[in-house]
């Protein structure tokens, strides 16, 4: 079928008889026809939600206290930069864990499950939320089965910093889970929410990306390729913004 | 009960680099095609806008934009007799889904392979010897040559506008290029990308050492451009946001920015979104695809009758949905017959990081682009004499930093805490003077025997079907040859004032968990030998003339460089026979 | 941006070469072998853009009517204008169809609103609307009742009408001015008449007659401002060329900026199809326009608004605008010499900025480039600050955009489906 080569073109919708022709939505979970030109909408996008500040959402009052408190000995505060807690990552996993990340949802949970060698990755049916009900469950256990009936939030600092390094080493061990995959797993979200955006809770007011030098949601640098070895001079932004967005003088 | 839809003249399964490739050169010919896509429509103002897409976390920690192991998944294990297990979620690589494929969200590394790598098995029993190379190996000749295919990584590279210094301009060599490259037939459409600062530190320090290193040929450009279709982009701004993210600002060569705009227009085309392709359709010979089945999101079956069908769904889906519909016999390792599924490969990658004095180096390493980088050809497939060493094959390396985004790049020494205050000092001071290369070794994958895709006998996707089997391990041949190019790494790493090394070998067993680019090609290989090949050499099926299966699965086995660029050309090039030779006689186009 | 129905009037031409050899004589003088007649008739109904408001976009119907038409004053809905002899004008004769074309006038008797620009028509003569009149019998009739008169009370008075007319009709062929050359008269007759650009570009009283003495200064209606399209330097198309403004019309696109919303369905359906020679006409008239600018208010650097709006440019606009605002020719817009970033009114500027535009597509510019939507990231103050930043940083000045202005806007946009 040749294509008309005149200024106008055959409306094809009318000769393309029977197929239908959907209006394109918004959803991107519908199915949809793509045809004659680009979809658009106004006021598209999927930004993501903030995590408001509050209480938890996913941590009971005590799992909520040890997880401040492991955030705490992962990145102790100090005179420059806030600590774990301060800057939020426990607000940062409580929310990931009371989420889609927390739930699993999109991986492959089918049975059967079976135990595989470690490089065939994670084949149990526990999600992270639930891993870490059992592990902050045996950690304070453990702790108050062999610390002096102190959970792990009450212990002094030190000693905190001891069971962290006897869950690495095999020293001190939890009833039941694994003490090494948790305390690694720990660190690593512990980290992730210190560096992530702001808007998920954690790296409040970018604390993090001003530690390391970090500039944030930035877009363009073009007038910076060339500059070598040279400090970036702009303070970080992130999805929300910064603080030099503010143009009200009054209120 | 399917429902059926009016035929078509064309039926292309999966609208990424391939299907839009493919769609756009088969409606040039006025033919009526549709696309079938299983993921979402995704389009930079409305699903990677510069106000959300720089987001570490969503994209890249928590794969947004990649295909949902729930959706569909396969299974692993290293060994034939061991029991495959689901991948339950995603590491070793990364399945792409969604309008686009993995052109939304590749880094936009453009290479071409080198002429030896598509006569491999012949090349190298010529020089070395057919004992040279191990017994299980199972490398092929691809059926085409370099020569053949240049014409078409040409219209490739113009089509995306590709930044680069050409190396080898028509039996020239070029200064500031690669050496090593296949002859071109004309410089790249734009120039190479401006390089940061520690990527320009590598080429002097790699210079200095006696090598020539030149800028990676990247697809993110290095300045506005016009492709041949009449669609604009414009130059990268070096966000340091690129694999994994799709782009902002037009900057990034993708079906998005050099194909779709243009074919959406055409009447004769139309696209469904959200629409899985389950099965090909046979007649009762067996020998003529009818059409294909598909499923959309209310979970009904509709039927799409065409003449011919392309299946243009990246590797693993390829091989997937060769399986399902009985086309083509599938690959037995223990009894060496069988094609579908034969010769799987993947990529061998590691790399050094680099830790400098912080008073001394400031690195920005959060400007940078997804294809930066300089880079050393000198250790790439044949280039060098392996006689001393033991292995055949061979990478680039190159200080190709991507990104500085923290949650990955904040590296610390070796030897310093993972955690506490003394990780967060080391943190802090060596953030802006780090050198964190990503796949800066990025070594060929040979084909092996025991080494092959098939259906699991447990496990099954949510229509019940088995899921597709991964057999893979890493062979000594790979390993020798990673080890080799990674100790070459390190000295010009080292060379460049680096204190301190991270040296990451890729060691085997082959580990599912940990990424190693998502290059996965074969098991629908394409050659000369019908034997050895699922695809003759203009990657039309042996079994079912009127169909052809596009993508890296019809790579023999996997070079030393990144894919896509020999993709796109592989796509034109079958295009270009389908509308030379197929559509004046359809039927097979090599004798069997 | 409405849903445009791209190429819909060649629809009619397969159509009519079927329909010739078996169809019985049609309502109506015209002869439908007239060829040269209905050719002319076509590229007429091009340049009157009749397809537009008669067609529902995305429908398979052109012509066919139901399209509903915000007016100041409520919407009105237009009707099918296909030959069906019972729901569209069929059964008309040409003196009934000229009439209401160029005098306003309907079928019986009533008056029209002026959303149908009889006022602007008027200046065709009777043989240009007979053309139309014959390319339109030759469109495959559709059967589809629409009711026209939706306006509320009390504007759904046809008779007071007649008391707009008396105001602002003037009827009356296009008198050519023998002072101008002969481009010059034809690119005054394709905007005044046919054209009609002025029933979008010229500001309206509150009884939605033109503001004479503001001609083309631009307007405001249905959620959007249209920029003054005179040859002001600071607020029209002073900086342009004549060949600027060709492209633009042809191809949705120019150096500094890209057709949206409203004016791309203008370029998709009317002026991509215009001749050269007619786009240069209209370049030549528009450019001959005096604008009168006026003086313009400027804010100071130091101003809160100017350092927050340059801090939001940097970090969110200048990845496609670029750091000196040039954009990207024919993909991004130059915001620094953009003459509606400086418009008096800054309605389609912050309309863009808060829901995104998509940018046309055409045969010569298919990029389509779009700009995401802004408004669940930046607040009132934000969109005013980096607005404000926008329109005096690169030479030239205007006036602050307000909160106020973005709140109002953001209000009025938010139900609105484009």
């Excluded at chain 1, 889609?100 to 992270?128: C, I």
């Excluded at chain 2, 599912?512 to 394409?526: D, E, F, K, R, S």
């Excluded at chain 3, 608004?305 to 940097?314: H, K, V």
Aim: with cysteine; proline share 7%.
């Amino acid at each position: 079928m040749k294509r008309n080569n005149g200024p106008l073109h055959i409306c094809r919708r009318e000769l393309l008889a029977g197929a239908a022709y959907l209006a394109v939505s918004t959803s991107s979970s519908r199915a949809t026809v793509i045809f004659d030109h680009l979809p658009w909408t106004p006021n598209a996008g999927n930004p993501p939600s903030a995590a408001a500040p509050g209480p938890w959402l996913f941590f009971t009052g005590d799992e909520g206290r040890a997880v401040e408190a492991l955030a705490d000995r992962i990145i102790p505060p100090d005179r420059e930069t806030p600590g774990g807690k301060d800057s939020g990552c426990a607000v940062f996993l409580d929310r990931q864990l009371a989420g889609p990340y927390g739930r699993q949802d999109g991986l492959y949970v089918r049975p059967p499950f079976m135990k595989g060698a470690k490089n065939q990755g994670h084949q149990s049916e526990k999600g992270p939320a639930q891993q870490y009900r059992e592990w902050l469950a045996a950690l304070d256990k453990a702790c108050k089965a062999q610390l002096g009936g102190k959970a792990f939030h009450e212990l002094s600092d030190a000693d905190k910093d001891h069971v962290l390094e006897g869950l690495e080493g095999g020293a001190f061990k939890l009833d039941g889970v694994d003490g090494k995959t948790f305390v690694d797993q720990a660190i690593k979200d512990i980290q992730m929410g210190f560096f992530a955006d702001p808007i998920y809770g954690g790296n409040r007011d970018m604390v993090a990306w001003k530690m390391i030098g970090y500039p944030g949601t930035r877009y363009n640098y073009l007038d910076w390729v060339s500059r070598h070895n040279e400090k970036f001079p702009l303070p970080p932004v992130s999805m929300t913004g910064r603080a030099e967005w503010t143009s009200r003088t009054q209120r | 009960m399917a429902k059926r839809l009016p035929k078509k003249d064309v039926v292309i399964i999966g609208l990424g680099w391939t299907g839009s490739i493919m769609a756009n050169e088969l409606t040039d010919e006025g033919l009526e095609v549709i696309a079938l896509e299983r993921g979402p429509w995704r389009d930079a103002p409305t699903n990677f806008p510069p106000t959300y897409v720089q987001d570490e976390l969503r994209y890249r920690v928590r794969h947004e934009l990649f295909l949902r192991p729930d959706q569909l998944t396969f299974t692993f294990r290293n060994k034939m007799d061991q029991t495959a297990l689901p991948i339950r979620s995603w590491g070793a690589f990364m399945p792409p889904n969604g309008v686009g494929g993995g052109g939304v969200h590749w880094n936009a590394e453009t290479w071409r392979f080198l002429p030896s790598d598509f006569v491999l098995k012949t090349h190298l029993t010529q020089r070395y010897g057919a004992s040279f190379l191990p017994d299980d190996m199972t490398i092929q000749d691809w059926g085409i040559t370099y020569d053949e295919l240049e014409p078409y990584y040409d219209r490739f590279e113009y089509l995306c506008g590709t930044s680069g210094t050409a190396g080898n301009l028509r039996g020239q060599i070029m200064e500031g290029g690669n050496p090593f490259e296949g002859p071109r037939s004309r410089p790249y459409p734009t120039p190479a990308q401006a390089q940061p600062f520690s990527h320009t530190l590598f080429g002097k320090a790699a210079r200095e050492l006696g090598y020539k290193p030149f800028p990676q040929p990247s697809g993110n450009l290095s300045q506005a451009y016009t492709n041949p279709l009449g669609l604009k982009m414009g130059p990268c701004t070096y966000c340091g946001f690129c694999e994994w993210f799709g782009c902002a600002n037009y900057s990034k060569a993708s079906p998005q920015t050099t194909i779709l705009p243009y074919l959406v227009r055409k009447p004769n085309f139309s696209a469904r979104d959200n629409s899985e392709v389950i099965r090909i359709n046979l007649d009762k010979s067996g020998k003529r695809a009818t059409g294909v089945t598909f499923v959309d999101t209310d979970n009904q079956e509709w039927e799409q009758p065409a003449d011919l069908v392309i299946l243009s769904a990246y590797t693993m889906f390829n091989v997937h949905l060769l399986l399902h519909s009985k086309i083509g016999r599938p690959y037995d390792p223990v009894a060496n017959t069988g094609t579908v599924g034969r010769n799987y490969t993947h990529q061998t990658t590691s790399t050094v990081n680099g830790f400098f004095d912080p008073k001394e180096y400031n690195f920005n390493p959060f400007i940078a682009s997804g294809a930066i980088g300089m880079c050393i050809d000198e250790f790439n497939g044949d280039n060098f004499d392996h006689g001393p060493h033991g292995f055949v094959g061979g990478g680039y390396v190159g200080q190709v930093q991507t990104g500085g985004r923290p949650i990955e790049s904040t590296l610390v020494p070796p030897g310093t805490p993972k955690w506490g205050a003394a990780w967060k000092k080391a943190a802090k001071e060596n953030y802006l003077s780090t050198v964190k290369p990503g796949t800066g070794v990025h070594g060929s994958f040979y084909a092996y025997r025991d080494i092959y895709l098939d259906l699991d006998p447990t496990y099954k996707d949510r229509f019940g079907r088995p899921l597709m089997r991964i057999t893979m391990d890493l062979k000594e041949n790979e390993i020798k040859q990673n080890k080799f190019l990674t100790d070459k790494f390190a000295e010009i790493i080292k060379a460049m004032g680096a204190e301190k090394l991270a040296i990451q070998y890729r060691k085997g067993p082959y580990d599912i968990t940990t990424y190693q680019t998502t290059h996965l090609n074969g098991g629908a290989v394409m050659g000369s030998d019908r034997s050895t090949s699922v695809l003759n050499r203009y990657l039309q099926s042996w079994d079912v003339p009127n169909l052809f299966v596009l993508g890296a699965s019809a790579f023999p086995q996997n070079a030393g460089y990144n894919p896509t660029g020999t993709v796109g050309a592989l796509a034109f090039w079958a295009a270009d026979a389908i509308r030379s030779k197929y559509l004046k006689s359809p039927g097979r186009l090599v004798d069997a | 941006m409405r849903k445009r129905t791209r190429g819909s009037l060649a629809a009619a031409i397969l159509p009519v070469f079927l329909l010739l050899a078996t169809r019985p004589s049609v309502a109506g003088d015209t002869d439908p072998q007239a060829f040269a007649q209905i050719q002319r008739g076509r590229y007429l109904t091009v340049l009157s853009d009749c397809a537009s408001c008669h067609t529902v976009p995305g429908s398979n119907h052109p012509f066919a009517g139901g399209r509903s038409i915000e007016t100041p004053f409520g919407n009105i809905v237009a009707p099918n204008i296909t030959p069906d002899a019972e729901t569209g004008i069929g059964s008309w004769s040409d003196e009934q169809f000229d009439a209401a074309v160029r005098r306003g006038i309907a079928r019986n008797g009533s008056r029209l609103y002026p959303a149908m620009p009889y006022n602007a028509y008027t200046k065709m003569s009777r043989d240009d609307v007979l053309a139309i009149r014959a390319y339109l019998n030759t469109l495959a009739p559709v059967r589809n009742a629409v009711k026209a008169n939706t306006l509320p009370f009390p504007f759904n008075i046809r008779a007071a009408m007649r008391v707009w007319d008396a105001l602002y009709f003037k009827q009356g062929e296009y008198q050519s001015n023998p002072h101008q050359s002969a481009e010059w008269n034809r690119g005054a007759f394709l905007v005044e008449g046919p054209g009609h650009c002025g029933a979008c570009h010229t500001p309206k009283t509150f009884l939605g007659g033109d503001k004479t003495g503001q001609y083309l200064e631009g307007g405001h209606l249905q959620g959007w401002s249209s920029p003054d399209i005179t040859n002001d330097t600071r607020l029209g198309l002073g900086a342009w060329s004549k060949d600027d403004l060709v492209t633009y019309l042809k191809s949705g696109h120019n150096r500094i900026t890209a057709a949206t919303g409203p004016m791309g369905e203008v370029v998709t359906l009317s002026t991509a199809f215009m001749t050269d020679s007619d786009l240069n006409a209209i370049a030549t008239y528009l450019k001959s326009q005096p604008g009168k600018g006026g003086a313009s208010p400027a804010v100071s650097a130091n101003d809160p608004a100017m350092t927050a709006g340059s801090a939001i440019y940097r970090d969110q606009c200048s990845a496609c605008h670029g750091l000196d605002g040039k954009g990207i020719a024919e993909l991004f817009p130059s915001v620094a010499d953009s003459s509606m970033v400086k418009s008096n009114d800054p309605t389609t500027s912050i309309r863009i900025v808060l829901r995104g535009a998509r940018s046309v597509g055409t045969s010569t510019q298919p990029t389509a480039s779009g700009m995401p939507s802004y408004g669940h990231q930046l607040d009132d103050d934000q969109v005013a600050a980096v607005l404000t930043y926008l329109r005096n940083t690169w030479g030239d000045t205007a006036a602050a955009v307000t909160p106020e202005q973005v709140s109002h806007v953001r209000r009025d946009t938010a139900l609105r489906p484009d």
